[in-house]
């Protein structure tokens, strides 16, 4: 029997690239906010209770780090709210849920990567209400969160993708070189759900499949590193990169300087080891490359 998944979120980087790894795996409905409105909870639970599903997976959310300073209502309502009702209503059904969460849940002071046990202290609206949902969720004992940071693919804007397009039409890149974090492949976590949707869908509420996991690709790298490793792979870049700071530039929301995450915990439960980040980013960038950088 083809395992069945009701998807929320339909055009974001890990929605597209769960709606490729699907292909062929399971039977994935994937609904876009145009099928249903994220603030609206009593929309959220109808969708589910009326779901023919065996899992549900929330890889929607609100990502626009720096206007959620200005819009914290429309901020929680969907990352906090909305997937609270979702929640609430797979564990009216008994259905287990898959929900993704940030590093930005942590302050950035630290001097090793974080792991599940370390305390969150979100510096911004965005990781607050990150941080809400996330403990909503996992108020359902059939409920998954995955932390991830740092998202790229070939799906849509992301941070390589952005590099890759500047390195073209500018002579000088300054780089942020002082923050740190751990970069994650979108295909390759969705390449990693849908190979544990069975898994999911199969286990009890006690299952340590379910809890709070890290997932980002092995290392760490800083802002800098991380556009290098992107814009080297494109001959037609015209750009020559140059470091600078956080407090270089003006933004609404802080981050934090350093939020590496270790997927040790995913690695013991689940038997899956991330790919080192650098290889990963060359083969998002050669495709983007091959493709124009039309994402």
Request: hydrophobic fraction near 45%.
């Amino acid at each position: 029997m083809t395992l069945k998944v009701l998807q929320f979120g339909a055009t974001g980087q890990v929605g597209q690239a769960l709606i490729a790894a699907a292909r062929g795996r399971v039977a994935l409905t994937a609904l876009s906010r145009n099928d249903v409105d994220l603030t609206d909870p009593a929309a959220l639970r109808a969708a589910i209770l009326a779901a023919d599903c065996d899992l549900v997976i929330n890889a929607a959310a609100y990502t626009q780090v720096d206007r959620a300073e200005s819009e914290p209502d429309l901020a929680f309502a969907v990352n906090a709210d909305g997937p609270a009702a979702m929640a609430a209503a797979c564990a009216e059904r008994d259905l287990p849920f898959v929900h993704l969460s940030t590093d930005s849940v942590f302050d950035g002071q630290t001097d090793r990567p974080y792991v599940e046990t370390d305390t969150p202290n979100p510096i911004s609206v965005y990781g607050r209400s990150k941080l809400a949902g996330e403990q909503a969720v996992l108020a359902h004992p059939r409920a998954a969160v995955l932390r991830i940071s740092w998202v790229f693919s070939p799906y849509g804007r992301n941070y390589v993708s952005f590099m890759l397009r500047l390195g073209r039409t500018r002579d000088v890149l300054k780089v942020v070189a002082d923050q740190f974090g751990s970069p994650t492949d979108a295909e390759a976590l969705a390449a990693f759900m849908v190979a544990n949707a069975g898994r999911w869908a199969a286990a009890k509420a006690d299952d340590p499949a379910f809890g709070l996991f890290h997932f980002a690709n092995a290392g760490q790298t800083s802002r800098f590193d991380f556009a290098k490793a992107a814009i080297e792979r494109d001959p037609q870049t015209r750009a020559r990169l140059e470091p600078t700071t956080q407090n270089a530039f003006a933004e609404a929301a802080a981050r934090p300087p350093r939020s590496p995450l270790d997927s040790g915990k995913l690695a013991g439960v689940f038997g899956f080891e991330p790919q080192p980040w650098r290889p990963a980013v060359r083969r998002v960038a050669d495709q983007l490359v091959a493709d124009g950088i039309q994402a």
